[in-house]
């Protein structure tokens, strides 16, 4: 029913941005909330950042102040910008939209932060 796909993952040096993007297609209905969540190797996926479908947001702490979450309604499309990263924020990022009693969750896309 909905597919979602991440992009704009890759290398950066510490202290660099990133842009990342998660384009929903297919059958979004009653969509409650969209975020994204990280997982590095050896962890729990996490949460990163969400945004409800009323513009509502929320971001885990230790990416307060330098991730921004986002939406286009427009285009079924939601943006991460990521400023100031670091090391620690090294993983795979995933995309997730929110129904009543189903998530659904893109490929992930790979975020590499070098010292």
């Known amino acids: 029913q909905v597919q979602l796909v991440e992009s704009g993952g890759g290398l950066v040096q510490a202290g660099g941005s990133l842009r990342l993007s998660c384009a929903a297609s297919?059958?979004?209905?009653?969509?409650?909330?969209a975020g994204w969540y990280r997982q590095a190797p050896g962890k729990q996926r996490e949460f990163v950042a969400v945004?409800?479908?009323?513009?509502?947001?929320n971001y885990e702490d230790s990416v307060k102040g330098r991730f921004t979450i986002s939406r286009d309604n427009a285009k079924n499309e939601v943006y991460l910008q990521m400023n100031s990263l670091k090391p620690e924020d090294t993983g795979v990022y995933y995309c997730?939209?929110?129904?009543?009693?189903?998530?659904?969750w893109g490929q992930g896309t790979q975020v590499t932060v070098s010292s």
């Open positions: 945004i409800t479908s009323g513009g509502l947001t």
């Open positions: 997730k939209v929110g129904t009543v009693g189903m998530g659904y």
């Open positions: 297919g059958s979004i209905l009653r969509i409650n909330y």
